[in-house]
């Protein structure tokens, strides 16, 4: 059974950090890119970061290009994305997903339409 579980995130005054991981089960990860997504208040659910197999190639929103690095550890199969400079506009539920096979390799998308299985999602919440 495929399975994604976010977690890390949190309350964090704005120019924080923070660190989410996405554990991920019952699939290889080396085979497959992974994608952080968010959804804000009363917004549709955006593409944040995505990672490619191999991590040849990663993708960034421009809204946080800069600040939010995404890596992946194929042994811990764990993709974590990395949060600096906090804004308030950060604000969001975040989820991971796997994309939808078959895999292409070296690539990835911000499109959610691209990804088939979702974790639960992590609150983050930037505020003073």
């Known amino acids: 059974q495929v399975q994604l579980a976010e977690s890390g995130g949190g309350l964090v005054q704005p120019g924080g950090s923070l660190r989410l991981s996405c554990v991920t089960s019952?699939?290889?990860?080396?085979?497959?890119?992974v994608g952080w997504f968010r959804r804000a208040p009363g917004k549709e659910r955006e593409g944040v970061s995505c990672?490619?197999?191999?991590?040849?190639?990663?993708n960034y929103a421009d809204s946080v290009k800069g600040r939010f690095t995404i890596t992946r550890d194929n042994g811990k199969k764990t993709v974590y994305l990395q949060m600096d400079g906090l804004k308030t506009e950060d604000t969001a539920v975040y989820f991971c997903?796997?994309?939808?096979?078959?895999?292409?390799?070296?690539?990835?998308?911000?499109?959610?339409?691209?990804?088939?299985?979702w974790g639960q999602g992590t609150q983050v919440t930037v505020s003073s």
């Open positions: 990672i490619s197999t191999g991590a040849s190639n990663t």
């Open positions: 019952g699939f290889t990860l080396d085979h497959y890119a």
């Open positions: 997903a796997r994309v939808r096979p078959p895999t292409r390799l070296g690539v990835c998308s911000l499109s959610e339409y691209e990804y088939i299985d």
